[in-house]
């Protein structure tokens, strides 16, 4: 792979190519994604690297923003339980 990128220059640093083995497991590395939802996201937005960036920032925003939301209820239903438990 080191030897594609050096004699294709940058353009092969802004596309990914989820057809070889070894760029999908580098761009997975690299993204700090599994290859399965790196192919995922490059079938929505492309193979331009910026558009995958934004598209897994977007994601992980999004899955943060959930797991806050399940985390207050969480604390929503233990401080009920322990109202409960106190009261027993």
Same mark, same amino acid.
């Given at each position: 792979?080191?030897?594609?990128?050096?004699?294709?220059?940058?353009?092969?640093?802004q596309?990914?190519?989820?057809?070889?083995?070894?760029?999908?497991?580098?761009?997975?590395?690299?993204?700090?994604?599994?290859?399965a939802?790196?192919?995922?996201?490059?079938?929505?937005?492309?193979?331009?690297?910026?558009?995958? +960036?934004?598209? %897994? @920032?977007? #994601?992980?925003?999004l !899955?943060?923003?959930?797991?806050? /939301?399940?985390? +207050?209820?969480? %604390? @929503?239903? #233990?401080?009920?339980? !322990?109202?409960?438990?106190?009261? /027993?």
């Amino acid at each position: 792979m080191t030897e594609r990128l050096n004699l294709d220059g940058l353009a092969s640093l802004q596309l990914i190519y989820i057809d070889e083995p070894c760029e999908l497991a580098h761009w997975a590395d690299v993204l700090g994604s599994s290859e399965a939802e790196l192919q995922g996201i490059v079938g929505m937005v492309g193979r331009h690297a910026i558009d995958v +960036r934004r598209r %897994l @920032a977007l #994601v992980r925003e999004l !899955r943060r923003a959930d797991g806050l /939301a399940g985390a +207050r209820t969480k %604390l @929503a239903d #233990v401080a009920d339980g !322990r109202a409960r438990w106190r009261h /027993a």
